[in-house]
């Protein structure tokens, strides 16, 4: 998988990508957790969980209503699918809790928590992160930064709610982060 990951990323032969490449590598990210809990939390579930939003956004955009409405490039569905969770690079930590085994002995259990040391939101995060080594578009830039959706805080949903008519990529990354999550890695689909 990160084989494929890195050729995907440089693939795209953005200015700086190799530089970002290398800070990834110094980072957790190809062992990082996807969260904590609702899907991917286990190592390398972060780099499992993009390389399925690329695989999932890249099959929405042949179909209706994105195939005849979107007529968007290769780099950018790399950049925007492999990139768009960068900023749960560095973001988990392992601790250990107490817990009963199955004869009812406590025995320490890892499990994983945040430590959020750049507390700058989620998908801005990540755009921040990506935009310190490459370019984005302002079409890449709002896809990342708007791709949790209305899962974002209610006050937000009118201003989703104007990106998603400027931005229809928007709602396709959406959907892909949310069918690689629900449907692929819950159900064991990958």
Known sequence: MKEEFIELLKSTNRDGIDKLLAWIEKSDFYKAPASTR??????????????????VLKQKLKQFPYADLLNIKEDTIIIITLLHDLCKANYYCVEMRNKKNE?????????????????????????????????????EMYAIRWHMGFSEP????????????????VMALHEADLE???????????
């Open 154 to 169: 209610k006050e937000l949903h009118n201003t989703l709610s104007l990106v998603l008519e400027k931005y229809p990529l």
């Open 38 to 55: 609702f899907h991917g939390s286990y190592e390398g579930g972060l780099l499992e969980h993009s390389l399925n939003v690329y695989k």
């Open 103 to 139: 004869d009812g002995i406590w025995v320490k259990e890892p499990y994983y928590s945040i430590n959020d040391t750049i507390p700058y939101g989620h998908g801005e995060k990540s755009v921040m992160m990506i935009s310190t080594f490459i370019n984005l578009s302002m079409e």
């Open 180 to 190: 690689a999550t629900y449907i692929l890695e819950n159900r064991g689909l990958k």
